[in-house]
């Protein structure tokens, strides 16, 4: 007799592929981060300097002396 509940080729349970994950290994120590860190801050203090006196045309002591009320502030609400 001839069993119609076979198995066709559509029936079949795939499984999904594994994922590889990879993971990222630690390269960078402590000296050169801190480095690209001072990098980074000391080139953004001259840029934002350079905007500031530009926008601020005559009152660029004013508007650095404004934001670093701000600053201070900002730096008590983590205090």
Known sequence: ???????????????????KRYRLRR????????????????SSIYYALGIVALVAMG????ALGIAGILFIFTALTYA
């Open 1 to 19: 007799m001839h069993n119609s509940w076979q198995l066709k080729p559509g029936d079949r349970i795939f499984r999904p592929r594994r994922i």
């Open 27 to 42: 390269v960078l120590g402590v000296p050169a981060l801190f480095s690209a860190g001072y990098g980074n801050v000391g």
């Open 59 to 62: 009152a660029t002591p004013v």
